[in-house]
């Protein structure tokens, strides 16, 4: 037999913990007394934007070869919306950014992990490279 119930799940819940649902669980066999608690074992499905590792999430950020010369402007997505990330002038490749708080939240307490902003550079095609360094001229 198969029933469908709806439960509160916790944010911060992580893949394979098990939560507890009181008194969704089985009947006692003897029929006398209250049924017991249903364990449900969690599986977080993969997100298509971040990774997640514990409460601390991962974005990989394509910027231009420009804006990581010159500095600029790039929009990143975070689980409360997109924001603007300032882009320091001479960004290395694969240079990591930290946004403090803006993770998934702590499963006990009021705290939230970071968002590691991780950048990679894109080049330019040979056609649009001249136009771009006879700016920086």
Sequence with gaps: RSTCFYFNCFAGVEDGMTVRVPKEGDAPISGKGPKGDLLVRVNVAQSRVFRRQGSNIYYDARIPMHTALLGGRVRVPTLDGDV??????????GEDMVLKGRGMPLLYGSEKGDLFVKFSIQMPRSGCFHTKCSALD
């Design 84 to 93: 603007d990330v300032r882009v320091p002038s001479g960004t290395q490749p």
